[in-house]
């Protein structure tokens, strides 16, 4: 790259799933837009997040199931696997996303494009990008600022001298920042009790890793809802993971060809070992080292840049959207958030219409376990604090007659209204196909139903949903007791 300047109606700082749905935005409104990656196109989601490890999780599963089927006559088989072939075949589906959803829409250059390397505001219009091959300069009547976040690295004694590994272990060969973990450790110790740490800790353990989960937290998921994070430590633990709550960490450290982790638990000091440690810890946004200051652009004590609900920042031509925003405006840290986040940010840059405001208050979310947490709205705890007072109730699954016909009946379902009126305002599910069943969930929030809402219409029998039919009617009536169809 030579030291050139080039001029944009929008200059993006990133090009991930956020940075994309505005470059996309910009060139329907006919717009010229140019995004920038010092990483890999495409951002964290395909490359070394959603979509590899939704990948690998499903194999786990294939493999577990085959070992632990649930009903009698099928006979338990171990089933041998290539961990290298699992990999690449994984590199081979992030490829192919990769080319698809995101190289093959480069196709028109007049309005998007990428420019390859480190981007840095140096003004309030101009970004610098910085590569191998020199420099070069974007100026951007407005600009996006969509750098994604990063696996957030604790403060503990010792593991800046330990090799650790992050959820970048899920990144590509071609990834040049990656880790890719090539080989599969035959222990592991998590640091962290949030989704991610769950969904590769149960991956992990699946294959066989021996997996040892550490957290602070009085238990794993903390801010869901109790209930789920009980149920699922549970299930967790019947399939052999061990899970260490309540630990302050107080030091890690080399030992032979392994990793050691001292902790307090309790009043009393633990050691345990294992091949390799990976720290998922939460993530933070990449506002550092991209020039804010010079911009006079305004970050949160989280770190994450500071928006109205327009997604505008503190500078009227700048503004942010994706896991860089962090919580602002209730946003939450999840691609189909920045997607749509970006092609607002987008609009209100660019098409001279009125602006829209964003409206994070309900957003289904799923943690990829087995079976999946899903939930959406406020949880019991959240809606006393919101100042709503609130009913609740939990059912068990086993109440669900498609869970009962598939011998699956692990988890719960609990749902939050507000009493007076009987709104729903915020519904968890632990169970099979969680993920598929909080949509209904999620519309019904967006659209202000009551628990007779729920009650009234028709569910599929038999399905997982009908779990939402069934948690509505247990407010007012005993559910062990219904016939077919939740009637
Ligand atoms: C293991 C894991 C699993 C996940 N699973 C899910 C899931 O199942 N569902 C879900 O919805 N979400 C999931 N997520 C979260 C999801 O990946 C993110 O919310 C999403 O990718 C954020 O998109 P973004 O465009 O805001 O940021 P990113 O996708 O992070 O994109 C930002 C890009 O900006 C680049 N960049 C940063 N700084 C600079 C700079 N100075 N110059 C140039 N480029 C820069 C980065 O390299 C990056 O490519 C997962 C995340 C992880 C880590």
């Given amino acids: 790259m030579t030291s050139t300047q080039e001029q944009y109606d929008l200059v993006i700082l990133g090009s991930g799933s956020t940075a994309f749905a505005a470059a996309i935005h910009a060139q329907e409104l006919g717009k010229t837009a140019v995004m920038t990656e010092v990483r890999t196109l495409g951002g964290t989601c395909v490359n070394r997040g959603c979509l590899p490890s939704k990948n690998l999780i499903e194999a786990a599963r294939l493999v577990y199931d085959a070992a632990h089927p649930r009903y009698p006559g099928l006979t338990p088989v171990h089933m041998p696997f290539s961990w290298a072939e699992l990999v690449a075949q994984k590199d081979e589906i992030i490829e192919e996303y990769r080319d698809q959803h995101y190289e093959s829409l480069l196709d028109d250059p007049d309005h998007m494009q990428v420019v390859t390397g480190q981007a840095r505001l140096v003004s309030d219009h101009e970004v610098e990008v910085q590569s191998a091959d020199g420099a070069c300069r974007l100026i951007g009547s407005q600009l996006l600022i969509a750098t994604g976040s990063q696996p957030r690295i604790p403060h503990l004694p010792g593991l800046v001298d330990v090799p650790y590994l992050t959820s970048d272990l899920l990144s590509s060969a071609d990834d040049p920042w990656g880790t890719e973990l090539r080989e599969q450790p035959r222990s592991l110790l998590i640091l962290g009790g949030g989704y991610i740490a769950l969904e590769l800790g149960q991956m992990f353990a699946r294959f066989g890793t021996e997996v040892t989960l550490v957290t602070r937290g009085k238990s794993i998921l903390s801010g869901y809802e109790p209930e789920i994070a009980e ?82 920042t503190n500078i009227s031509h700048i503004w942010a959207a994706g896991d860089v925003i962090g919580r602002e405006t209730e946003s939450q840290m ?75 009946t692990r988890g719960v379902i609990k749902m939050v209204l507000d009493g007076p009126t009987r709104r729903v305002v915020g519904i968890s599910m632990l169970g099979v196909n969680a993920g598929e069943v909080i949509h209904e969930a999620a ?37 062990s007791r219904l016939s077919c169809c939740a009637s």
């Fill in 334 to 408: 999840a691609t189909p958030v920045g997607a749509h986040d970006g092609k607002i940010a987008a609009h209100n840059a660019l098409s001279g219409e009125p602006l829209r405001e964003v409206d994070h208050s309900v957003i289904p979310r799923t943690i990829f376990t087995d079976p999946q947490v899903a939930v959406v709205g406020l949880t019991d705890e959240e809606a006393v604090a919101a100042g709503i007072a609130c009913d609740c109730n939990t059912i068990p699954l086993s109440v669900v007659p498609r869970a009962r016909a598939i011998r699956d």
């Fill in 231 to 312: 149920a699922l430590t549970e299930i967790l633990q019947e399939e052999g993971l061990r899970i260490v709550t309540g630990a302050q960490v107080r030091g890690v450290r080399k030992e032979g060809v392994g990793i050691a982790l001292a902790l307090q638990r309790h009043g009393s000091q633990h050691m345990f070992t294992a091949e390799q440690l990976l720290v998922s810890t939460g993530r933070r946004p990449n506002t550092q080292e991209i020039g804010l200051e010079r911009a006079g652009v305004e970050v949160d004590q989280a770190g994450a840049v500071r928006v109205d609900r327009t997604l505008r």
């Fill in 443 to 479: 519309m019904a929030l967006r659209f202000g139903a009551t628990t007779d809402d729920f009650i009234d219409l028709i569910h599929v029998y038999p399905t997982m949903a009908e779990a939402l039919k069934l948690v509505a009617i247990s407010f007012t009536r005993d559910v």
